[in-house]
């Protein structure tokens, strides 16, 4: 969107608004016509995101773009040249195709193969890349058919879509067709809401949603905060020299300024007065508002440092619990949800898994074991073929046990660049992992992030030795050196 306003001197500016839909990561960024950010919605400063940095005064990126086929590049050759392995066509599509999403994708396959879940394997492509083609057709057509489906036997809705929802009609849903997608959106909400808690499906839905609650309630806090805080250093940072020079300008011409005096005018700056004092006492006003502004300046990076710690952290939180498959991983990130957002954790007996038979192993993994058998499960061990194993964090204080109380020196360390996610240890033993069962290892750690959904994901890849604590930082929140980094496809 471009917009026009004037500066203080009468000049006409062009400036864009750009609008990045991304989900959760979405953003609104004002930029100046030179390419200059203005301001954002959503400030990303370069410890969130060292390759996209989102400040005013920056130079304005565009989000990296996303190796998908739009419309019109849609062809049984380019679907079957990227073919990877996945379980099913139609996670295949919502990974190859731009704009499609999961629900969409299951629709599709259900369109081509007969079945929401059919396999990859033994695919047409020419018969998948026309019907892709005619199910995105109604971008441009605009032949909407927004439907709402229903569980009878559970009365609750299930799911809306813009279009017909065979797949799931044929799985026994009703469905109801609206006139527009906003009916069938608010139709879907009201009913959700009259059915009450979720009693079928995902067991963790619910246990999620409330804990998601309070921590964009506080994430939202945390951004205004430091917002808040961006704004006064950069106030105190511009205000300071200015007010000492005031100040001493005045104390430099006080025989010159009787009582009443409004300003001063010197070598063609104009210095604002209070006329009720004298000149000794306005000069006294300025330096006590330079002294304010120089003290902001040095405990305000601090002050920021720590906000922004804090909104890191939960940022990882979040991620943690949308991955979050184990009701023992909920407990544990009940407890940290609560510490971090200052909300009451709900009273949960532990669970007290049987006792490992396992005797060898470091002291440490023992220790992080122990902590497993108590039912808080700080991290899970997933084989990644031909004898190696990956560690995965399952909670914050996980990320810390695996990667710091399990994780040996020699291991590796992985985790999705820029972007909140578990801590993966790459158990080595001493060895050097081949390249494939690495990558393995990142499929792993790109699925336990908040970049799982992407088709293709940067994971850093370090020492663990490398890896080190920020002092006083929440527990998960580590700098590391020495990286390189791969690009995968996230999988569980």
Not at 144 to 170: G, K, M, N, V
Not at 297 to 324: F, I, K, N, W
Not at 441 to 449: F, I, Q
Request: glycine share 6%; hydrophobic share 40%; net charge neutral.
């Amino acid at each position: 969107l471009v917009c026009e306003q004037r500066d203080p001197s009468g000049r006409l500016h062009r400036v864009l608004l750009i609008v990045e839909a991304m989900g959760r990561r979405s953003n609104l960024v004002l930029v100046d016509d030179d390419g200059t950010i203005m301001d954002a919605a959503r400030r990303t400063p370069p410890s969130r995101n060292p390759r996209r940095p989102v400040l005013p005064h920056l130079p304005y990126q565009p989000p990296p773009p996303q190796e998908r086929l739009f419309p019109e590049e849609i062809s049984a050759a380019s679907l079957a040249e990227a073919a990877r392995a996945q379980p099913t066509l139609a996670k295949y599509l919502a990974e190859r195709v731009a704009g499609l999403s999961p629900l969409a994708a299951r629709e599709l396959a259900f369109r081509v193969a007969g079945a929401a879940d059919a396999p990859l394997q033994a695919v047409d492509w020419s018969v998948v890349a026309r019907a892709t083609q005619e199910f995105l057709a109604v971008v441009e057509t605009h032949e909407w058919q927004p439907t709402l489906a229903s569980d009878l036997h559970a009365e609750r809705p299930i799911d809306f879509a813009p279009y017909e929802l065979r797949h799931l009609a044929a799985a026994g849903s009703e469905l109801t067709r609206f006139s527009s997608i906003s009916d069938a959106m608010q139709a879907y909400y009201a009913r959700l809401a009259e059915a009450g808690p979720a009693r079928r499906g995902d067991p963790l839905a619910a246990e999620r949603k409330a804990l998601l609650v309070p921590l964009d309630r506080a994430a939202h806090t945390l951004e205004r905060r430091i917002a808040a805080l961006e704004h006064q250093l950069a106030a105190g940072q511009d205000q300071r020299d200015p007010l000492r020079s005031a100040g001493e300008a005045i104390l430099a011409h006080q025989a010159e300024l009787p009582l009443g005096s409004s300003e001063l005018l010197v070598d063609g700056q104009r210095v604002e007065l209070d006329p009720r004092i004298s000149a000794v006492e306005n000069a006294q006003a300025y330096f006590a508002r330079y002294r304010k502004a120089r003290e902001a300046e040095e405990r305000v990076p601090a002050l920021l440092s720590e906000a922004r710690q804090a909104a890191e952290h939960l940022g990882d939180l979040r991620t943690l619990v949308e991955v979050a498959d184990e009701m023992d991983a909920i407990r544990a990130l009940r407890r940290e949800v609560a510490a971090a957002t200052g909300t009451k954790a709900p009273a949960t007996r532990a669970r007290t898994g049987p006792r490992s038979r396992e005797q060898h192993g470091t002291r440490n993994e023992q220790r992080g074991t122990r902590n497993a058998e108590r039912g808080t499960q700080p991290y899970r061990r997933i084989s990644v073929g031909e004898g190696w194993e990956a560690l995965v964090g399952t909670s914050a204080a996980g990320n810390a046990s695996v990667t710091f109380d399990v994780g040996q020196a020699d291991d590796l360390w992985l985790h999705a660049r820029g972007v909140p996610g578990a801590h993966v240890i790459l158990r080595t033993n001493g060895s050097t992992a081949p390249d494939e069962i690495v990558e393995r290892a990142a499929r792993l750690a790109a699925w336990h992030s908040a970049a799982r959904t992407a088709g293709s994901v940067e994971v850093d890849v370090a020492p663990r030795r490398y890896v080190k604590k920020i002092p006083n930082a929440p527990a998960g929140l580590v700098r590391y050196t020495n990286e390189r980094t791969v690009r995968v496809t996230p999988r569980p």
